[in-house]
């Protein structure tokens, strides 16, 4: 069974802080990978995509693919309080379903 | 990224009767589009897929005379909670692969509350 797993939290960090997610999987032959962020009551948004190991940086975003590990990462450099959300892991092999990890609770303490 | 639109935002309805949820794609074709449901405070729980001009694709456990799924075109779907009941109120939500394949979007999802 193609899992993806995550740390269910709540993580929290203070203001301005890096917060580190982390994210597993299962299935070898996964392909591309993605992070979710979603706030409570609202549907998950699309907010990192990375397909090859090492790092991928977009703003306060860095995203870390290690698939010899099967290990995702999803660093939050200055956190801020409006980070505060659930963060979800999802992974895709081409052309099957897209699995969700659970999600982690992310707190950013002002 | 690519738009999702879902429809309503809300509902509320009377036990024993029907709703029908809309999943529009509206700057793409969606082949294939996904219908999840997440209880408060619980993880996404995908419920079907639903693919165009073919019938849906329910995950176990899903009752598929109860969540009526109709893919007719390559940018609308539709998901019809029939007989509505109490324990049917949750949040669903859909989603859809971009035009390339790569991505899913999410549409903004409906709570739903039957009384």
């Known amino acids: 069974q193609k899992e993806v797993e995550q740390n269910s939290g709540p993580l929290s960090v203070p203001e301005g802080a890096i917060a580190s997610l982390n994210c597993t999987y299962s299935d070898r032959g996964s392909q591309s990978f993605f992070w979710y962020r979603q706030y409570s009551g609202k549907s998950p948004e699309l907010i990192m995509s990375i397909y090859s190991n090492g790092d991928k940086e977009d703003g306060r975003f860095t995203a870390q693919l290690n698939k010899a590990s099967q290990y995702v990462s999803l660093l939050i450099r200055d956190s801020q309080p409006s980070d505060s959300a659930t963060y979800l892991c999802a992974v895709n092999n081409y052309g099957q379903n897209f699995v969700f990890g659970p999600g982690t609770r992310l707190s950013v303490l002002p | 990224g690519a738009v999702v639109s879902q429809h309503p935002s809300w509902v509320i309805c009377k036990s024993g009767t029907s709703v029908k949820i809309e999943c529009r794609s509206l700057?793409?074709?969606?082949?294939?589009m996904f219908w999840y449901r997440q209880f408060p405070k619980q993880s996404l729980m995908l419920m079907a897929t639903?693919?165009?001009?073919?019938?849906?694709?329910?995950e176990q456990g899903v009752e598929k005379d109860k969540f009526l799924i109709n893919h007719a075109s390559l940018t609308l779907s539709t998901l019809t909670v029939t007989s509505a009941h109490p324990e049917d109120s949750s949040f669903y939500i859909c989603?859809?692969?971009?035009?390339?394949?790569?991505?899913?979007?999410f549409g903004s999802g409906t709570q739903l509350s039957v009384l």
């Open positions: 989603s859809a692969r971009d035009g390339v394949g790569e991505k899913l979007f």
């Open positions: 639903s693919n165009e001009g073919s019938k849906a694709t329910y």
């Open positions: 700057d793409f074709q969606a082949t294939t």
